[in-house]
């Protein structure tokens, strides 16, 4: 591969292909001045995203790709780049041209002050559901009332990262990647820059209910263990509610002798028992499925295609 770069700029990919030529259009005129790489990550595209990639790492040469065999999600397809990143700084950017690559310059600024981190900060949305700003802002405010870690809040994966911050997220072996949370975790000086976060360019979101719902979930488990301490909790009332069942239910039998009543406290003790096993049982399957997907040991990702040499060599 080429010398080291002193920036990468790294490009999840999920059906963008009316925006990749925008894309690096604009990262090339705010960062040409600069020794830098583009790689972009094709996350099992469905359109011509892959093909416009191809065209542009054709005709310039510090335009690399690494394209994925199917649709691994945004977190591996950024997890992909930062693993084939050489720049002294790594930048991670949005396809869908809603972070404003003209930001880069101000960040890496901080970043060459000695910051190790420097994430770019939401002040306001434009051009989003309502639906989307509203769950976004419970799950920045839920995810950080419950973590043991600062994760900032409205702050998604639009960042620079030092080499030596990329070093400690690939040494982390976690499956389950929610790599905001782990680049908090990793720590070092990190600062911040706020901006107005723009309307996609064109395309439509690749981040359905579904898969916020699992990003949720991934970033809760990952780095918390309020659901499990809750287990606890709701454990712990429980018998003190079936300590007063059963003094009840003696005192019915010994000194009111009224037995036979107890039909409708019995339905409603059984239920609510039932379901709060239920649902601690759901929880702890949450981390036994973490488990088992770290003890399985698959690997993160399969490319399918780059131009980048160490990634394309099997081991
Ligand atoms: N993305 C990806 N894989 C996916 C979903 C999204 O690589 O499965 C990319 C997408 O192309 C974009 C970034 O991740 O560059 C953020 O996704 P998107 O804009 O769809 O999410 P939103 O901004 O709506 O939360
Ligand atoms: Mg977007």
Known sequence: ??????????????????????????????????????????????????????EIAAAYQHVKFISFSRNFGHQLAVYAGLTYASGKYIAIIDADLQDPPELIHEMLKKAEEGYEVVYAKRNKRIGESLFKKLTAKIFY?????????????????????????????????????FLRGQIAWVGFK???ITYNRDPRLHGQTGYPLKKMLNLAIDGITAFSHFPIRLVTYIGLLMSLVSMGAIVYALISKFVLHSTVKGWT????LITLIGGTQLFCMGIIGEYISRIMSNVMNRPDFLIEETNIESAAKPD
């Not at 409205?154 to 982390?172: L, N, P, Q, W």
């Not at 406290?265 to 409603?268: E, G, Q, Y």
Request: glycine fraction near 4%.
């Open 190 to 192: 990190q600062t911040f």
């Open 1 to 54: 591969m080429s010398e080291k770069a002193y920036l990468s700029v790294v490009a999840p990919v999920f059906n963008e292909e009316a925006n990749i030529e925008v894309l690096f259009k604009r990262l090339n005129d705010t960062l040409g001045a600069l020794h830098y790489e583009l790689l972009f990550v094709n996350d099992g595209s469905k359109d011509l995203s892959l093909f416009k990639i191809k």
């Open 141 to 177: 405010r839920f995810i950080s009332s419950v973590t043991s870690i600062d994760i900032p809040v409205d702050t998604g994966d639009f960042r620079i990262i030092s080499e030596r911050v990329r070093k400690a997220v690939m040494s982390m072996p976690e499956k389950n990647k």
């Open 265 to 268: 406290s019995m339905m409603i």
